[in-house]
């Protein structure tokens, strides 16, 4: 499954306003960012590319409930996974255009290990969610609550 990667900014901020967000956006402002190298570091590095503008990073954390708290205090705009996010009072998820933001989501098991009941229904849900999801279910509503 693939889970997009949104811009978080602060719910005030001026981005906040746009529904969706380009390269040429994002560039102008500090980013709270990963450790360089990590996977979610492409897009930053893309923006730059696309842009000819380097990207200021006020903090690179792997954390990402850090990484949403230092949003919501204005310390930069970040990327956070659009599922996996909680919401969070004072900051909003926008879409990023032009650049490829995504992830894999991937489940993976040693052969005895699957062969546990527990892991097959577990890894049988997940897929069974991404299904939904990727069909268009709002992931809210793909996540069984029993």
Same mark, same amino acid.
């Given at each position: ?15 906040? $306003?746009?529904? =969706?967000?380009?390269? +040429? +956006?994002? =560039?102008?402002? /500090? ?5 360089? #190298? ?13 842009? &000819?503008?380097?990207?200021? #990073?006020?903090?690179?954390?792997? +954390? ?11 310390? &930069? ?9 909680? %919401? ?6 926008? %879409? ?6 995504? #992830? $894999?989501?991937?489940?993976?098991? @040693? %052969? +005895?290990?699957? /062969? @546990? ?16 999801? $990727? =069909? &268009?279910?709002?992931? =809210?509503?793909?996540?069984?609550? /029993?």
């Amino acid at each position: 499954m693939r889970e997009p990667l949104d811009i978080a900014v602060p719910e005030k901020h001026p981005l906040a $306003a746009l529904n =969706s967000l380009s390269p +040429d +956006d994002v =560039s102008r402002f /500090a980013w709270v960012g990963v450790p360089a #190298r990590y996977p979610f570091d492409s897009i930053p590095v893309a923006v730059e590319q696309v842009t &000819g503008r380097s990207i200021r #990073r006020t903090v690179r954390l792997r +954390d990402n409930r850090l990484v949403q708290s230092l949003v919501v205090a204005g310390q &930069g705009i970040a990327l956070l996974p659009r599922f996996t996010t909680r %919401p969070h009072r004072g900051m909003v998820l926008r %879409p990023l255009t032009g650049i490829r933001s995504e #992830r $894999a989501i991937v489940a993976l098991s @040693r %052969p +005895d290990r699957y /062969a @546990r009941s527990a892991v097959q229904e577990v890894t049988g849900r997940l897929v069974g969610i991404g299904k939904q999801i $990727a =069909s &268009g279910v709002p992931p =809210s509503a793909a996540v069984p609550t /029993a």
